[in-house]
């Protein structure tokens, strides 16, 4: 199993300003996720970020707005730049822990309300 | 390409009931699938996953699922409910092949529990 750890769990921020979210894992893992959950929706990939690498953006996504930073195998952060409101979301981080997995993990989430 | 359908967005059941919640999924490949729970302000939890073997896969919580090939079905079903049990739930496929390295997972849009006294 993987202990996922981010922080803030939740946060209220004024539009245009920016939120950075960190994501701590209790193990090595190669891939980290980054999801959105909107409110009464699904979640969405927003971008996967492989250590040492630029992270890899879903479509509807972009590094300017999402930007992600991945320094090791247990740690990874993803900004929120700009917002506005309709970016009041929860947003997750989830991990797959390589080959022979069979299941992703998943962090508590932020819940971010853009005010 | 795979993808997930939950046809109920809320399903209402009075405790001690029984439920059964739907899932249907596509698939060009070989997948596997889970049920998570989101309780109220957290995170998701892993209830159950279908990998292979037996079809009936049993979970936490008395929770089980069936997994039907032919109707592409993976159903959660719960005897008896208790109002803990009030949260949402999704149905979530990940490609076996691991494309591209890792697993990319798809959920279904969930179906709210709503356990009524």
Redesign the interface.
Known sequence: SAVIS?KPSRDICQRGTSLTIQCQVDSQV??MFWYRQQPG???T?IA?ANQGSEATYESGFVIDKFPISRPNLTFSTLTVSNMSPEDSSIY?C?V?K??G????F????T?LTVV | AQSVTQLDSQVPVFEEAPVELRCNYSSSVSV?L?W?VQYP??????LL?Y?SGSTLVKGINGFEAEFNKSQTSFHLRKPSVHISDTAEY?CAV?DRL?SG?????T????TKLQVIP
């Open positions: 981010q190669t891939m929706q699904s979640l990939l996967t997750l989830s797959d390589g080959a997995s069979t299941e992703a998943f962090g508590q989430g819940r | 596997y889970f998570y302000n957290q995170g998701l939890q892993l996953k990998l999704f990940s691991r390295g890792y697993q990319k997972v959920f279904g849009t969930g």
